[in-house]
């Protein structure tokens, strides 16, 4: 608000898209296994239509838009469990998004069915498209490495955040107590036993 004439507060145009409160949107794919793990993050102004956001996260994961949905993942809005809609034209701040702060969401299964995938060659009649996850993923830079959703941008750090959990360090703790008692307990067994030596 600025002072304007007769000394009325009146509100001020944002002037920039840099003055403009922007909104931290982080989608995590529960889709298939594959993907349960990877996050998407955007951050975009807050005056960006819902509509844009389904586009921006359409493109970045591979998904024909409209074929997923996207839902509430805060602890804040568990009771609004409803899908987002993909074609509103409200803004983020109106579809209480909060400005500054994170807000979770699940990219999920619309009606049922599994997003689509978004081909290049859009050849929507070929069964490759469900040949794409079945067996091990070629590493970024090997001969015949395509650039996947699934091997896009993984990092270990983005499973244990430790703004998220706050147990990362009680994590690892207890992976290598329960690895030493497996080990322990195997080697208990003749026939493992036996085979370390053989």
């Not at 608000?1 to 403009?20: C, F, R, W, Y």
């Not at 793990?37 to 359409?58: G, H, M, Q």
Request: with cysteine.
């Amino acid at each position: 608000m600025v002072p304007g004439e007769e000394n009325q507060l009146v509100p001020k145009e944002i002037e920039n898209a840099a003055e403009e409160p922007r909104v931290l949107c982080i989608i995590q794919d529960t889709t298939n296994s594959k993907t349960v793990n990877e996050r998407i993050t955007l951050n975009l102004p807050a005056s960006t239509p819902l509509r844009k956001l389904f586009e921006d996260v359409a493109n970045k994961v591979g998904y024909i838009n409209g074929t997923f949905d996207l839902v509430w993942g805060n602890g804040i809005n568990t009771a609004d469990m409803a899908p987002l809609d993909h074609t509103s034209d409200k803004s983020l701040l109106d579809a209480n998004f909060e400005a500054g702060k994170k807000n979770f969401l699940h990219l999920t299964d619309k009606d049922g069915e599994q997003p689509q995938i978004l081909l290049e060659d859009s050849s929507a009649g070929d069964d490759s498209v469900h040949d794409r996850f079945i067996g091990p993923l070629p590493r970024e830079g090997s001969v015949g490495s395509t650039s996947d959703y699934v091997s896009q941008s993984y990092s270990y750090s983005s499973i244990l955040n430790k703004s998220e959990t706050g147990y990362v360090g009680l994590v690892n703790q207890a992976m290598t107590c329960y690895l030493n008692s497996l080990l322990q307990t195997l080697f208990m067994t003749p026939e493992f036993r036996n085979a370390l030596y053989k």
